[in-house]
T-cell receptor, first 112, second 115 residues
Framework: SQQGEEDPQALSIQEGENATMNCSYK?????LQWYRQNSGRGLVHLILIRSNEREKHSGRLRVTLDTSKKSSSLLITASRAADTASYFC????????????FGQGTTLQVKP | GAGVSQSPSNKVTEKGKDVELRCDPISGHTALYWYRQRLGQGLEFLIY????????KSGLPSDRFSAERTGESVSTLTIQRTQQEDSAVYLCASSPQGAGGETQYFGPGTRLLVL
């Protein structure tokens, strides 16, 4: 079953603009991860934020986590056409298996 | 080193036939996961292996689905008597230990189409 919702479902922006995607989840988490998927195939890990962290940066990516609201956001700054992809948040719960529970994803299109 | 590989890349089968999907994880990774992704959806967890054991099979949708792992390496996901609703991309991932704070490394997936 899906953990929660992502919004927007689809986002279209111009190159150079910032893109913000939001993710909500339902249960308590150990950490939250963001993945990127090109062309509906393999996923690439972008960033992991632990439940005791509030913000994390990696290059042009900025992730926030609000555990009181059970929500996270991914900001991509100065977007490029190559950022066009689907972005998924995934949570890891308290079980010790490390299994990921994914949201529905946001499809981002960056127009050159 | 080599990443996670999966075979076949694409599989078309007729309803009622059995299929086997293969995953080769990154060498040395003890944790292996199978996920399913239906068109336009997020990934659904199917099964988790720690070594050759599967302590979490909670995502397998029916008893037509089974999986095994041997040599703490290759894993095979078998779907018996395939149904049209089994059509999806099946993704495999591995991680070093299977602990909660690890990155998972995904293979390219097998796209299954059941006619």
């Amino acid at each position: 079953s899906q953990q929660g919702e992502e919004d927007p479902q689809a986002l279209s922006i111009q190159e150079g603009e910032n893109a913000t995607m939001n993710c909500s989840y339902k249960t308590s988490i150990n950490n939250l991860q963001w993945y990127r998927q090109n062309s509906g195939r393999g996923l690439v890990h972008l960033i992991l934020i632990r439940s005791n962290e509030r913000e994390k940066h990696s290059g042009r990516l900025r992730v926030t986590l609000d555990t009181s609201k059970k929500s996270s956001s991914l900001l991509i700054t100065a977007s490029r056409a190559a950022d066009t992809a689907s972005y998924f948040c995934a949570t890891v719960g308290s079980s010790n298996t490390g299994k990921l529970i994914f949201g529905q994803g946001t499809t981002l299109q960056v127009k050159p | 080193g080599a990443g996670v590989s999966q075979s076949p890349s694409n599989k078309v089968t007729e309803k009622g036939k059995d299929v086997e999907l293969r995953c080769d994880p990154i060498s040395g990774h003890t944790a292996l996961y199978w996920y399913r992704q239906r068109l336009g959806q997020g990934l659904e967890f199917l099964i988790y292996f720690q070594g050759n054991s599967a302590p979490d099979k909670s995502g397998l949708p029916s008893d037509r689905f089974s999986a095994e792992r041997t040599g703490e390496s290759v894993s095979t996901l078998t779907i018996q008597r395939t149904q049209q609703e089994d059509s999806a991309v099946y993704l495999c991932a591995s991680s070093p230990q299977g602990a909660g704070g690890e990155t998972q490394y995904f293979g390219p997936g097998t796209r299954l189409l059941v006619l």
